[in-house]
């Protein structure tokens, strides 16, 4: 009798770890997906954050929209469609980012340190995974990313002159 409840044990035991191989493997098979459509250079968004005591903006955008706020709750927010083009030269210029560089620029100034600039990061959201930069002077940003910020900027000007 002992014999047999062992037996019957090690078998529902055995198939039990036979059940969590094929979940294990199926959900393999599900991340190296997920990071297969996240190495697709349109599926991220960017963020600019430029903040100090008096001052706040964010800027998101994705393919899709843009989001403006001066609100640091994020309660106040207004939403735009992206214009192609612009999304065409984001693409673009975040294509030849290279992320070890980006999450590791110096900043040109350093007057945020003393409150003679506001607090500027941008960030890469790919799903899950975020890239940003270490924090620069709003309207000074590093020359790697110099190109990029204006274009982010410009499109915020042009979207706010339209209201």
Not at 137 to 151: C, F, R, T, W, Y
Request: glycine share 2%; net charge negative.
């Amino acid at each position: 009798m002992k014999f047999l409840l062992s037996l019957l044990a090690f078998v529902i035991v055995a198939e039990s770890c036979n059940t969590k191989r094929h979940s294990v493997d199926n959900n393999t098979e599900a991340l190296a997906m997920k990071n297969k459509n996240l190495q697709n250079s349109s599926d991220f968004e960017i963020a600019y954050r430029a903040s100090t005591r008096g001052v706040f903006e964010y800027i998101l955008i994705s393919k899709d929209e843009v989001m403006l706020t001066e609100d640091r709750n994020f309660e106040k927010k207004r939403f735009y469609p992206t214009a192609h083009e612009d999304w065409k030269v984001i693409d673009s210029m975040v294509a030849t980012i290279d992320e070890v560089q980006f999450v590791n620029l110096e900043a040109p100034t350093s007057k945020r340190h003393y409150d003679g600039a506001a607090h500027a990061t941008v960030t890469i959201i790919r799903g899950e995974k975020e890239l940003m930069t270490p924090t620069f002077d709003h309207g000074h940003p590093p020359k790697e990313i110099e190109a990029l910020v204006n274009k982010i900027l410009t499109i915020r000007e042009k979207l706010t002159k339209q209201e």
